[in-house]
């Protein structure tokens, strides 16, 4: 095993998951955060996000400023941003992979059909339909899985948890992180999402796979949390 970067090249990482509306609204804005550094990571290192497309309920839904509820947008709008910019690491072709129904593409916000329509003007946008006139979620979750290579669960709940299951049948890794509201336990959230960038910047997530990959992801990342706690408690002694 070793960390060269060349080695997560044409990967694709599957952002997914959903915030409830009673969640704290500074969770869902800085979870928004972590996907599109993650997004931006991914795409920068020439690596491939599989995503869904279609609604974008809000926390307050009479209100569209308010923070959206699903973070699929949210990690192709930066995706875009970072495609549009150029001179990216040769790797995953297209970029974007989008896996829905007819019916969810036709749900497409107005506010995100410009984006939509500049991503599949560039090329950089790959979408998968399933079966014309389908609708199943179940259906949707098992051509992604096909796709993906690396599952980032991002809370949600049993649409979710199928998707985990379908990776680890594939042998792929899943990554979980759940919204948690107690404030002690925002801090854990911002370590853990900490050291998810930083085997995101060494490459680490690329060596995750076969048998025992989803074994070995959580010893890394329990390995590294010790790390980062131990430091950041003689920051705070100092």
């Not at 599952?151 to 979710?160: A, Y």
């Amino acid at each position: 095993m070793n960390g060269h970067p060349e080695a997560s090249r044409g990967k694709y990482f599957h952002i997914s998951g959903s915030a409830s509306a009673k969640t704290a609204t500074e969770l869902i804005v800085y979870t928004h955060q972590l996907v599109s550094e993650i997004a931006a990571r991914v795409v920068e290192h020439g690596g491939g996000l599989m995503l869904f497309a279609g609604k974008e309920p809000r926390q307050n839904s009479s209100d569209r400023t308010s923070p959206a509820l699903l973070f699929d947008w949210t990690a192709m709008e930066t995706a875009a941003k970072i495609l549009k910019i150029g001179a990216l690491v040769a790797g995953a072709k297209p970029a974007i992979v989008v896996v829905v129904s007819e019916k969810a593409s036709a749900e497409i916000p107005a506010e995100r059909q410009q984006l939509w329509q500049d991503l599949l003007k560039s090329g950089h946008l790959r979408v998968e339909y399933i079966r014309p006139g389908a609708r199943s979620g179940t259906m949707i979750r098992d051509r992604q899985a096909q796709f993906g290579d690396v599952l980032l669960c991002v809370g949600g709940g049993t649409g979710v948890e199928h998707l985990a299951d379908a990776y680890i049948a594939r042998r792929k890794p899943v990554i979980p992180r759940t919204f948690q509201s107690e404030p002690v336990a925002k801090t854990v959230l911002v370590v853990q999402d900490v050291l998810i960038v930083k085997l995101l910047r060494i490459q680490a997530i690329s060596f995750v796979s076969g048998r025992n990959g989803n074994q070995w992801l959580p010893r890394c990342l329990h390995y590294w949390q010790q790390r980062e706690e131990k430091q950041l408690a003689g920051e705070c002694s100092n």
